[in-house]
């Protein structure tokens, strides 16, 4: 694959899943805007991640039988529209409205990761998919310190108007510059979704989809919550200091793009397993919240390297499994990690409205805990490793 198709597709990632995250940093100034309660804020990231839910089950299938290409431009484009909706929104049940369109539509990543998968030699899928992936984990994070810089400047709207643009114009370029990618043998609807639907039956993809559930509730455990103690007292920062933590965490992402190096070397599962060690560490200094920043700091950096570390190691080991169906395959993996970070994203503004910052922290550790012991008792024998699907390959 070349350089710049990686390229390409990280930045897609990246402005798709910034669509679906953005508003975590500004979700007082939102809710206070629109009429939204306190406890209740988090909804806005929750509308936006059902809305994921439901293209995961309903859209991602579909590039199984398509040309994903133009699946990719056309969910960008659609992105846009519902990004454009949200800036607009007179009231909450517009913006709720628009975070749900973009949500759904902005499984274009899965998409892409899955195009990824279905071009890259079996010697290089790990590395191009820590290398795409990365893009995620860039919008995820880089997201928030761009948001929180312009909500300052300009309001929490501008930020939706930006990522509108952005999403515009990246329809454009996929259609000029990305390679055609005509199924040859198109499936139709109903068996794709047939198939879809039995890959919950798959030992391999239940036990990693389960640890995606725990991991990424986890994750949004504390990217939706982390906002409102850090804008109380006694620290009483700004939108755009409060998104500066997000360098903190894409510093720890990114350290963990190696992951996917190490999944073609045949350690997928023991760097999933070291991974969520480190996850239910980092839960320890981000409990410090109420009296260290520097602390806090350390577990921002340490929990999004064991969440990227065991997300590539999740798909690399998922599409090395069930390669025939890329499409398919990451996008059913996707609708634990959409559960995951609703769940998560829902649960942390109430439990800090009741609890103060030991709620959500009490709850973070625990789902990485769930994790971890999903990993351990999920069975060894469930895991297909690169080299079992080779030996079955050629035995065939």
């Known amino acids: 694959m070349l350089w710049r198709t990686r390229l390409l597709l990280a930045v897609v990632c990246g402005v798709a899943v910034a669509s679906v995250y953005a508003g975590q940093p500004v979700l007082a100034p939102m809710g206070r805007d629109l009429g939204v309660s306190v406890g209740s804020v988090g909804w806005f990231v ?33 992105v846009a529209v519902g990004m454009a909706i949200t800036a607009a929104a007179p009231g909450a049940w517009a913006a709720f409205a628009g975070l749900a369109v973009a949500g759904v539509f902005a499984v274009v990543v899965q998409t892409a990761v899955a195009y990824t998968a279905s071009v890259s030699p079996s010697a290089e899928r790990g590395r191009n998919l820590g290398i ?80 995606a559930f725990f ?19 006694p620290w009483h920062l700004s939108e755009a200091q409060i998104g500066l933590f997000g360098v903190a965490g894409l510093a720890g992402a990114l350290g963990a793009a190696r992951s996917g190096r190490w999944g073609d070397a045949g350690y997928a ?63 059913g993996y996707m609708v634990f990690y959409s559960l995951g970070s609703a769940a998560g994203a829902a649960a942390t503004t109430g439990l800090f409205g009741a609890f103060g910052w030991t709620g959500p922290t009490v709850l973070g550790a625990a789902l990485a805990l769930g994790a971890l012991v999903t990993w351990a008792f999920g069975g060894r024998a469930a895991e297909v490793t690169r080299e079992n699907v080779e030996a079955r390959k050629v035995l065939t």
């Open 46 to 78: 929750a509308a936006g991640q059902l809305g994921y839910l439901a293209g995961l089950a309903l859209l991602v299938p579909l590039g199984d039988m398509l040309d994903r290409r133009r699946l990719i431009a056309g969910h960008l484009a659609l």
């Open 269 to 331: 599962r023991r760097v999933t397993g070291a991974a969520l060690v480190l996850l239910i560490v980092s839960w320890v200094a981000i409990g410090q919240l109420s009296w260290s920043l520097p602390l806090l700091v350390v577990g921002v950096i340490v929990l999004d390297f064991a969440v990227q570390a065991v997300h590539v190691s999740n798909q690399h080991t998922l599409t090395t499994a069930y390669a025939d169906r890329t499409s398919s395959t990451v996008g």
């Open 132 to 211: 795409v992936t990365s893009g995620v984990v860039i919008g995820i994070l880089g997201a928030r310190v761009v948001a929180g810089v312009l909500a300052d400047v300009w309001g929490w709207r501008s930020i939706y108007v930006v990522l509108a643009v952005l999403a515009g114009l990246l329809a454009l370029l996929t259609l000029a510059l990305l390679p055609a990618d005509v199924r040859p043998d198109a499936a139709r609807y109903g068996q794709v979704l047939r198939s879809f639907g039995g890959l919950f039956a798959q030992p391999v993809f239940l036990s990693r989809g389960l640890i």
């Open 215 to 233: 991991l990424f509730a986890s994750f949004g455990t504390l990217w939706s919550g982390m906002a409102l103690p850090l804008a109380g007292a």
